[in-house]
């Protein structure tokens, strides 16, 4: 789906206009294309902390404009120490590329004992979030809390925040604690061998997740309603990967999954919940049959599934399990009343089996997308549609592969200290937190 503001605001009257008038001027974003460097610049490191030696493995040499700016805020304990984040981005943001990014790693406040320790790092969350709103060109900030003994578990979250693959991302708090991390033997197919289940997957995010995916190695399972069938078996047949109708909600679904992937793949190592439906609504006019009909197909079917498979074992070790949230379960939605109890149950939903999914050597995690284009979000109202796409940093609407590419991200097996993260595809959207 175009964007005819952003497609005015790149032409050169367009550029003309929006100058005199102030108005948003939208970045093309650099998007991953296989073969392509991951950034169009150098990187510059700075700081002094436990990520040293991460630090020293991903900074390049060169000039600017550099390509990224990565802090490591490890070792700063108290308030006073904060006067080195100026002193290291002060001089070098504005040499900061288009496109380019901005990391910083710091400490799990929740973890420390000191005051003025967890003030400190608790500080780098407005730091980072007020950058990545300063930021023009289509750049991007991230703050990465790593635990005590995680250091070695960062490379994956580093490698995608530090690429085109996180074009949409901004103004994210990702944490990576303590797992036993296998890095893949090929990290531009690091999905090889495994298989992996995608829930509505017969258009829109759903497809692109598993085209993504699959172009990183995995054999995908796609999964929708018969209704959807012939588009369906399209995304199966263009990924090499397989067809399943099911309708998620049904009783039997979840002993039906257990089955086919225990007999035909001797277990499932990716589950992604993408299946989803809106029935719009103000709260004093919405069905029964309206509220139900979300709740069921949004949440209840994934919590259902997520216990089959888990009791069933079917789930195999270092497996992910990712839930679809939305910007709507955080902030909240003018007529969505249901739309957003279900998504925010979906983050509930992974904070809650976090724990246990770790127990069991894997992970669960849940992407909150913002606007994005989609055959969904092009029949909402033209002015509705619009506003949607400016009320974020970037000042415009992402496409499905931005959520598929984080949810890749979260599939990687090298992934395994990401667990309980529920990370905003958004353009760092002006709602919500």
């Not at 650099?30 to 002094?48: D, E, M, Y």
């Not at 436990?50 to 991903?58: C, G, P, S, Y």
């Not at 919590?303 to 009791?311: C, E, F, Q, S, T």
Request: proline residues 5%.
């Amino acid at each position: 789906m175009s964007d005819p503001y952003l497609q005015f605001a790149q032409s050169g009257f367009g550029r003309f206009v929006t100058s005199r008038l102030g108005l948003p001027r939208p970045a093309r974003l650099r998007r991953h294309r296989p073969g392509q460097p991951a950034l169009a610049g150098p990187v510059l490191t700075g700081g002094a902390g436990r990520l040293d030696a991460v630090l020293k493995a991903h900074a390049t040499g060169g000039d600017a404009p550099y390509g990224g700016l990565v802090f490591d805020a490890t070792g700063i304990d108290n308030p006073e120490q904060l006067r080195a984040l100026h002193a290291f981005f002060n001089p070098v943001i504005r040499q900061l590329g288009p496109c380019g990014r901005v990391v910083v790693l710091g400490t799990p406040p929740e973890e420390l004992t000191s005051v003025p320790a967890v003030v400190a790092q608790r500080a780098l969350e407005g730091f980072v979030r007020s950058v990545a709103k300063e930021l023009r060109s289509g750049s991007t900030a991230q703050l990465v809390y790593v635990s005590e003994g995680a250091e070695p578990n960062v490379e994956s979250t580093l490698r995608f925040l530090l690429s085109a693959k996180s074009a949409y991302v901004s103004g994210q708090v990702i944490r990576v604690g303590a797992a036993e991390v296998v890095e893949p033997l090929d990290w531009e197919h690091p999905l090889a061998d495994r298989v992996a289940l995608v829930t509505g997957a017969s258009r829109g995010i759903g497809a692109a997740i598993a085209e993504v995916l699959a172009r990183d190695g995995a054999h995908v399972v796609c999964l929708d309603i018969a209704a959807q069938g012939s588009e369906l078996s399209e995304v199966a047949n263009r990924v090499g990967g397989s067809a399943l109708q099911m309708d998620i909600t049904s009783p039997d679904a979840p002993a039906r999954l257990v089955e086919y992937f225990q007999l035909r793949h001797e277990g499932v190592d990716i589950v992604v919940h993408n299946a989803g439906i809106t029935r719009d609504k103000t709260l004093a006019k919405m069905t029964e049959d309206q509220w139900d009909a979300v709740l069921s197909v949004n949440l209840a079917s994934q919590l259902r599934v997520n216990d089959g498979l888990l009791k069933a074992g079917a789930l195999r070790r270092n497996g992910r399990i990712v839930g679809v949230s939305s910007i709507a379960g955080i902030a909240g939605n003018v007529g969505q009343t249901n739309y957003a109890t279900s998504k925010a149950g979906v983050i509930g939903m992974v904070r809650s089996l976090a724990p246990e999914l770790a127990s069991r050597g894997s992970t669960i995690n849940a992407v909150a997308p913002g606007f994005i284009e989609t055959r969904m979000t092009a029949a909402v109202p033209l002015f509705i549609r619009q506003a949607g796409r400016l009320m974020n940093s970037m000042s415009q609407g992402g496409l499905p592969v931005d959520v598929a590419e984080t949810i890749a991200w979260y599939a990687n097996p090298a992934s395994s200290g990401v667990n309980g993260n529920v990370v905003r595809v958004c353009g760092q959207s002006l709602l919500g937190a």
